[in-house]
């Protein structure tokens, strides 16, 4: 399974217990008129919402119209895809993770991007109040040079040299260090695949603070390697 999550940051001033006001019974209907005349009520709504220690879950469901090709024509049929979210308070910053749609299932229409955004309007009024997070180009070095042998795969951008734009380190290549230093010197660390150890999972970290499970792990375990190892790498 590879199941992406993303995490942003809360700048307004807001605590569980307002936030938790606001979003709960959260439901907007739209009015869609197919081609054919037909309407359909599309719904956008907020579904299992709880509160748990100092943190805040839930569901953002969204319904699309997706067109497919049926017996010679395209027929339009609503559809529903749902992204989960957690909103937690660390270190004196308020951060909302939102989990993105598996690679292999829904619409993907409903991004982590658009969700963010949703909840910033509907919490703020504004969509600038929550925002993107980023991961230092050092911190991932010091992530992957702290144990090599779990590195699977990294990734380079701002590559200065003429022509190319990317440069990747794979397999046995990692743990060349010449090689890898190389590298270093014409680019910075955009994205590493690395074993967490101590979890047994698999993930892929970038500097947009875009994580990715490549192992096969619950999404609970996905979430708590994100809650207590990954938040505190964020700038």
Request: glycine share 4%; with cysteine.
């Amino acid at each position: 399974m590879v199941l992406p999550a993303k995490v942003f940051e809360i700048r307004e001033e807001a605590d569980i217990e307002l936030i938790a006001g606001k979003l709960k019974g959260f439901h907007e209907d739209e009015l869609y008129e197919t081609k054919e005349g037909e309407k359909v009520t599309l719904v956008t709504e907020i579904l299992d919402l709880r509160k748990d220690g100092d943190a805040l879950s839930g569901v953002f469901s969204k319904d699309f119209m997706r067109q497919r090709f049926y017996r010679h024509e395209f027929v339009e049929t609503p559809v529903t895809e749902e992204a989960p979210f957690w909103i937690k308070p660390f270190r004196r910053r308020l951060f909302l993770i939102v989990l993105g749609p598996s690679v292999a299932r829904g619409v993907k229409k409903l991004l982590t991007n658009s969700v963010a955004n949703k909840l910033s309007k509907t919490l703020f009024i504004t969509p600038h109040a929550i925002v993107e997070t980023r991961i230092s180009h050092k911190t991932l070095k010091d992530l992957h040079e702290s144990t090599p042998q779990a590195t699977k795969l990294i990734w380079f951008d701002e590559v200065d040299i003429p022509g190319v734009e990317k440069l990747c380190l794979a397999g046995p290549a990692i743990v060349d260090t010449a090689l890898y230093k190389d590298y270093l010197n014409h680019g910075q660390i955009w994205y590493v695949v690395f074993e967490v150890e101590k979890r047994e999972i698999v993930v892929g970290i970038a500097r947009n603070t875009v994580i990715t499970l490549f192992s096969k792990s619950s999404k609970e375990e996905f979430m708590e390697y994100i809650l207590e190892d990954l938040l505190e790498l964020i700038e």
